[in-house]
């Protein structure tokens, strides 16, 4: 606390009341916190709470046993919120660039989000940066992990989630206690993101859980289809010679043909509206905010396979590939990347399905 009000001091009004807001949040929810056990055995505790939470304590000693991570007493509590959601995270990208604006933070080093346990907070900030001419993300955050600085409870935010859904939570969040880089967002959410979608599979099957319906699957890939074209083709108009005006229009056209395109896609879905918007919102925020947590996801589960799928070696080689210069692990991910995709790693259907595109008046190119 006397840490993080020190460097307030000298960041100025806004610095001091982030940090403030900040600590603020963070110990009354560790002041709510009730034991999952104690919970878990009082006949008072609400039937459909206590079967979560035995989910929760069910993921917690598969995470450590089968996984090799970390979980200590994270997660062994559990708190209600008074509000919807823990915080309310901020991405805010330049108007002509897909790179985020990168926040620092004493001991957690940069990253290219800032947290708001107050929504307003979060509003306010959000519009002085769109002012500024950023396009902005700002997107309630049910689960976040303070990296092992405190005993991480569950939160009344995600508790209710399906069981997969709710043990692909939480592996994510203990990967980030096991390695986690100072200042490299990607690096941390692309490895967090792999771990967990390398360990569902196994973790549903040992539970007897179906795996998500081949249909549901195809479909995710199509969007993330739309989503990588329109960033290529961004990606290509910013750095272009072009004036800024034609930057703009060409921007919003590419924009409007996303939107258009899976509209054309989506005819017929059944719940699809996380899809309809994270499309519907979309801009450089959040496409940069989606490469974040994606764009190395296969880098890493490569270096999985290579690791003989031994997560203990897999862990290792991580931490090894994390210590390394920045420029250094990148090119090595890179690397990792081009042979995922060249061993299929990146499919993650058997299933044919037919790509999204945006250069035709169909939006569909041929079967991929």
């Avoid at 007493?73 to 002509?96: D, K, M």
């Avoid at 346990?117 to 396009?135: I, V």
């Avoid at 508790?159 to 980030?176: N, S, T, Y």
Wanted: proline share 4%; aromatic share 10%.
């Amino acid at each position: 606390m006397a840490l993080l009000l020190a460097s307030a001091l000298l960041g100025g009004c806004e610095t001091i009341h982030f940090y403030s807001q900040a600590a603020t949040g963070q110990l009354k929810i560790l002041a709510g916190r009730k034991p999952i056990d104690r919970l878990v055995s009082d006949e008072q505790t609400d039937a459909k709470l206590r079967r979560q939470l035995q989910w929760v304590q069910a993921i917690r000693s598969y995470a450590g046993a089968e996984l090799n991570l970390p979980v200590g007493s994270a997660y062994s509590e559990f708190t209600q919120l008074e509000g919807e959601y823990a915080l309310w995270n901020l991405v805010a990208a330049p108007e002509f660039s897909l790179s985020p604006k990168r926040w620092c933070y004493p001991i957690a080093g940069c990253a290219s989000y800032r947290g708001y346990f107050d929504k307003a907070d979060a509003e306010a900030r959000a519009a002085d940066m769109r002012a500024q001419g950023y396009d902005v993300y700002l997107g309630p955050v049910p689960a976040y992990s303070t990296l092992g600085w405190f005993d991480d409870p569950v939160l009344s935010s995600f508790v209710d989630w399906q069981p997969d859904r709710l043990a692909g939570l939480l592996f994510h969040e203990l990967a980030h206690r096991r390695v986690y880089i100072s200042g490299d967002t990607q690096f941390n959410e692309s490895f967090a993101t792999a771990v967990s979608r390398i360990a569902l599979p196994q973790w549903r099957r040992r539970q007897g859980i179906p795996a998500p319906a081949v249909e549901s699957v195809a479909q995710a890939q199509r969007v993330n289809g739309l989503m990588v074209t329109a960033r290529k083709q961004l990606q290509e108009i910013y750095s272009s010679s072009l004036g800024d005006d034609a930057k703009r229009e060409q921007k919003a056209r590419t924009l409007r043909q996303l939107r258009h395109c899976y509209r054309e896609l989506s005819r017929g879905w059944e719940h699809d509206e996380q899809f309809t918007k994270l499309v519907e919102k979309t801009n450089n925020a959040t496409l940069a905010l989606v490469s974040e947590y994606q764009s190395q996801v296969p880098a890493f589960m490569q270096l999985y396979k290579d690791s003989g799928s031994d997560w203990q070696a897999f862990y290792v080689a991580v931490e090894q590939l994390g210590a390394e210069a920045k420029d250094s692990r990148k090119a090595k991910l890179k690397e990792l990347g081009k042979r995922a995709e060249s061993a299929g790693i990146t499919q993650t259907s058997s299933r044919k399905v037919t790509g999204p595109s945006l250069q035709s008046d169909t939006c569909m190119s041929a079967a991929n």
